[in-house]
């Protein structure tokens, strides 16, 4: 990488991420070439590089892009469609029917650009997808330019998108193979969950994903009823199930992960396990709260995930954040609980490392992408700032983001969308789906 910067971004504060616990105050991050090529203080940027592009952000808080580690990024189509049930009754009397009248390559797509809008708004960079059709997601991701890890994924039964196990996997990794060498796209082979997936399937699933070098990515242990449902059917609970078959593994991205016992958070770490924390979509669905905190003390990865907008209902990781960092505390009885630097790096850089990327992605350090993020505090209600740690946790929303660079490219500048799709056509898509839903 030559060392002439073509970005400079001057800020009031810089939080990297890493080191862990650090801000830094009046720095710039110098960017080439859409990668971060130094950090440093902003007196020195400017004489360094005084004829450089930059954008000053002199009441802004600087950090790395949020990585949403679990979302079901269509079914923002879906928001709002069946709200206040458990998961069962959410996705058999209305999830699953509505996916089978409605999922189609045109629905993903464009319930994946509306969901890719809303998300880099939120300062969310990338984001690791479960859903039918990758196909039409991933041209919705790249139409959007965000970077997307996106599921092969696979169930028991026929859906409209695949007849059976092998349809799915076929399907899945022909996507794969047309992907393959994209800059902002990656893959994980997504097995729904133990209860929608048999012993052969997932055996399979673990052999391919060691063949592939690839992550997998499951929901486990969402619900008590999953975990009885599975002594009666297996004789064992879920992820001793999934040991037995071989999935466990520093690739495992285990999704809610909310019912676990002590002994099945040391399986975890023992495996080197990544577990995706969804706050908002366990309470909403009352599923429970998932001892985040305990499994990191474990050291097991845990990042954020939003789920899909039908069961959260936003896509919004200043959100999660905040309900990470207060249902710790209110479970554990312990104010100290998952403390906003600890919620904060959840957000981006344990994401990044649960899906094998954290030398590319998720914090701000010379080498990575730039994939970045600022928010503005310059209101009323974001003043007085003693740490902006702590407000980017427990005062900010994402709608004080005001700036968004994917690969260093603005996507959002000053407030303002740069996405390719105008929101006139998002919401004109929205409008046509919600019709079409609702008849
Ligand atoms: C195989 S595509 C993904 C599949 O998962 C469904 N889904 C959405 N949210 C959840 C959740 O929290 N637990 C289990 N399954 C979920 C989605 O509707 C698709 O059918
Ligand atoms: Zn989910």
């Given at each position: 990488m030559s060392d002439i910067a073509d970005l400079l971004l001057h800020a009031r504060w810089v939080v990297p991420v890493e080191p862990h616990g650090t801000t830094l105050e009046h720095h710039t991050v110098a960017v080439r070439d859409g990668r971060i090529l130094a950090l440093l203080p902003q007196e020195e940027a400017r004489r360094l590089y005084p004829q450089v592009q930059a954008v000053e952000l002199p009441h802004h808080v600087l950090f790395p892009g949020f990585v949403n580690l679990h979302v079901h990024a269509a079914?923002?189509?879906?928001?709002?469609?069946?709200?206040d049930l458990p998961l069962m009754r959410w996705l058999q009397?209305?999830?699953w029917p509505t996916e089978g009248r409605h999922v189609s390559p045109a629905f993903v797509r464009d319930g994946t650009l509306l969901a890719a809008a809303e998300m880099l708004r939120g300062g969310i960079t990338t984001c690791n997808d479960m859903y039918f059709y990758p196909e039409a997601a991933a041209q919705a991701f790249d139409e959007a330019g965000m970077r997307a890890v996106l599921g092969t994924v696979v169930l028991a039964f026929p859906t409209p998108y695949a007849s059976d196990a092998d349809d799915y996997l076929r399907k899945g990794l022909a996507v794969r193979d047309q992907w393959r060498g994209h800059p902002r796209i990656d893959f994980t082979l997504a097995p729904h969950a133990p209860y929608t997936v048999d012993d052969d399937t997932l055996k399979r699933v673990a052999a391919l994903a060691a063949e592939i070098e690839?992550?997998?990515?499951i929901h486990i242990h969402e619900t008590v009823q999953e975990v009885t449902d599975s002594i009666t059917q297996h004789g064992v609970r879920p992820l001793t199930?999934?040991?037995?078959?071989?999935?466990?593994?520093?690739?495992?991205?285990?999704?809610?992960?909310?019912?676990?016992d002590e002994t099945e958070i040391a399986l975890l770490a023992h495996h080197g396990c990544a577990v995706a924390h969804c706050p908002t979509?366990?309470?909403?669905?009352?599923?429970?709260?998932?001892?985040?905190?305990?499994?990191?003390?474990?050291?097991?990865?845990v990042g954020l995930g939003t789920d899909g907008a039908a069961s959260n209902n936003r896509m919004d990781m200043f959100a999660e954040m905040r309900h990470a960092s207060l249902l710790a505390k209110v479970t554990s009885g312990d104010a100290t609980a998952l403390p906003a630097s600890e919620v904060l790096r959840m957000a981006t850089l344990e994401g990044a490392r649960a899906l094998g990327m954290a030398e590319r992605i998720g914090s701000i350090e010379p080498g990575k992408q730039a994939d970045l993020c600022a928010v503005a505090l310059d209101t009323p209600e974001t003043r007085p700032c003693f740490d902006p740690v702590s407000h980017l946790v427990y005062v900010a929303g994402?709608?004080?983001?005001?700036?968004?660079?994917?690969?260093?490219?603005?996507?959002?500048?000053?407030?303002?969308?740069?996405?390719?799709?105008?929101?006139?056509?998002?919401?004109?898509?929205?409008?046509?789906?919600?019709?079409?839903l609702v008849n």
């Open positions: 079914m923002a189509l879906m928001r709002g469609i069946a709200d009397e209305a999830i690839t992550p997998i990515h199930r999934l040991e037995r078959l071989g999935l466990l593994g520093a690739n495992f991205i285990g999704v809610h992960a909310v019912h676990l979509s366990n309470m909403k669905l009352a599923s429970g709260a998932a001892p985040a905190a305990a499994l990191r003390a474990a050291g097991v990865t994402r709608e004080h983001v005001s700036h968004v660079w994917v690969d260093g490219e603005a996507r959002l500048d000053k407030g303002k969308s740069l996405l390719q799709t105008s929101d006139k056509e998002l919401l004109r898509l929205a409008a046509v789906w919600q019709t079409k």
